[in-house]
């Protein structure tokens, strides 16, 4: 069964960036979007940002809106995460989930980020 293999969590301090980046295990097919959720502390999981593969639509969370960038590289159907000027707030296991045909999530990777 094919996994979202994700990377590119970590520690950080305020205003600091990182750059997440998932990955299919195997191959798969017919995605038509590809996106990145979070789940605060004690809070439910959350749309962070989403991109189309074919049209390039993204869409982001207001919070994030300015400081995180959603991109893609469809023929290595990947999906990444760039997030600048991090907050505390941000703090949360991030999760990447692809939609098409079949859905798939991310096993999840965790972001911290200390004031």
């Known amino acids: 069964q094919v996994q979202l293999v994700e990377s590119g969590g970590g520690f950080v301090q305020a205003g600091g960036s990182l750059r997440l980046s998932c990955a299919p295990s195997g191959r798969i097919f017919s995605i038509n979007a590809m996106g990145w959720y979070r789940r605060p502390p004690g809070k439910q999981r959350e749309l962070v940002a989403a991109i189309t593969v074919g049209g390039s639509n993204t869409n982001y969370a207001d919070s994030v809106k300015g400081r995180f960038t959603i991109s893609r590289d469809n023929a290595k159907n990947t999906v990444y995460l760039q997030m600048n000027s991090l907050k505390p707030e941000d703090t949360a296991v991030y999760y990447c989930?692809?939609?098409?045909?079949?859905?798939?999530w991310g096993q999840g990777t965790q972001v911290t980020v200390s004031s």
């Open positions: 989930h692809y939609s098409g045909y079949m859905e798939y």
